[in-house]
């Protein structure tokens, strides 16, 4: 059962630097500057742990809303698992209310999938989180899709999306935002039976 006292912690997965911005190893950044905007906040370097976040509320204005931290880990993606933990600590956030957005190769291209605790399917951030949390944190999956042909997965996950994908990248950024706060504010069924098509 969730606190409502407590803050919801949003950990946007990506590696930091301008070189990685626009991979699709970096969706999870993307939703997260996105929510940033939505709330009108921006991104500052954390004194808690080693990442940028910001504060706000996510829900309808008023006793309805939600306390949320956003947060996007500055240790590139395979060591994810310190600033989370780090973060989830200062802000005393239950394990169950972290959202962790991040890419899915397992999943056609501009498709989501929400759900809670699992493996970590070779994802060095959700392999990273898990070994310091556990795996029973929430997750927004961003479909990616496979690599074509033979080539290499690391490749494919630190390539730029391909013209064809940016034609819908935005809008694809734009529903996992909505995915998540729709698990914020209506509880994992209720996201998952509108966003999980």
């Known amino acids: 059962m969730s606190d409502s006292t407590a803050p919801w912690l949003v950990a946007g997965l990506g590696n930091p630097g301008p070189e990685y911005a626009a991979n699709r190893h970096n969706i999870g950044f993307m939703v997260a ?35 949320v931290v956003l947060a996007k880990p500055m240790t590139y993606m395979n060591l994810s698992g ?17 959202i962790a957005v991040h890419d899915e190769l397992d999943i056609p291209y501009a498709t989501l999938r929400l759900k809670l605790g699992g493996g970590d399917n070779g994802h060095n951030g959700l392999k990273s989180i898990t ?64 966003y999980n098509s």
Request: glycine share 12%; no cysteine.
């Open 131 to 194: 070994k310091s949390l556990g795996a029973d944190y929430l997750r927004v999956r961003a479909g990616i899709g496979r690599p074509p042909g033979r080539m290499d997965v690391a490749a494919f996950v630190l390539k730029d999306f391909s013209a064809a994908e940016r034609k819908e990248l935005d809008w694809f950024v734009d529903q996992a935002a909505d995915a998540v706060e729709a698990l914020v504010a209506d509880g994992l069924e209720r996201a998952q039976s509108t």
């Open 82 to 98: 310190g600033p989370v933990t780090a973060l989830k600590d200062f802000y005393k956030v239950p394990t169950e209310q972290i």
């Open 33 to 67: 500057d996105l929510l940033a905007e939505r709330i009108g906040g921006h991104f500052k370097r954390s004194g808690k742990a080693q990442a940028h976040v910001v504060e706000g509320r996510i829900g309808p204005p008023g006793p309805g809303s939600r306390r």
